[in-house]
Nanobody, 124 residues
Framework: QVLLVESGGGLVQPGASLRLSCAAS????????MSWFRQAPGKEREFLAA????????NYTNSVKGRFTIFRDNARNTVFLEMNGLKSEDTAVYYC?????????????????WGQGTPVTVSS
C-alpha cells in the first residue's frame, strides 16, 4: 500500500522559513518522481516543485523559484520542501505527490499518489 505522509506545516510570520517533509512507503521511492503542490482556500491545486528520480532534475513554478527548494533523501524515503521568505499568499494546504515516470509533470492529473496535506499559515 502506497502511503505519503506530510509534516512540518504550521503558523509562521511573514518572512519566516519552514521545512516540509513527506515520508513515503509502499513504493520504490528512489525510482519515483516527487512533487509538491498547494491549494489555497477557494483556489485550484497549484504545482510548486518537483524532483525527478532520473538525474535529480528539478523544476519550480515561477512564484516560488528562488524561495523554495525541493530535495530528497532516498535513504530515508523522504522528500522535503524548504520554504524561505514566506508570504501571506503562501498560505495553503501543501501536498506531496508521486509518479513513476521520470518526466516531471505540473498537473495534478499527472500524479498517481497523494498525501493528506499539511497546512501552512503565514500571518502576523
Amino acid at each position: 500500500q502506497v502511503l505519503l505522509v506530510e509534516s512540518g506545516g504550521g503558523l509562521v510570520q511573514p518572512g519566516a522559513s519552514l521545512r516540509l517533509s513527506c515520508a513515503a512507503s509502499g513504493m520504490p521511492f528512489s525510482k519515483m518522481t516527487m512533487s509538491w503542490f498547494r491549494q489555497a482556500p477557494g483556489k485550484e491545486r497549484e504545482f510548486l516543485a518537483a524532483t525527478s528520480w532520473l538525474y535529480g532534475t528539478t523544476n519550480y513554478t515561477n512564484s516560488v523559484k528562488g524561495r523554495f527548494t525541493i530535495f530528497r533523501d532516498n535513504a530515508r524515503n523522504t522528500v522535503f520542501l524548504e520554504m524561505n521568505g514566506l508570504k501571506s499568499e503562501d498560505t495553503a494546504v501543501y501536498y506531496c505527490a508521486a509518479r513513476r515516470p521520470s518526466a516531471i509533470g505540473a498537473l495534478s492529473s499527472d500524479y498517481s499518489y497523494w498525501g493528506q496535506g499539511t497546512p501552512v499559515t503565514v500571518s502576523s
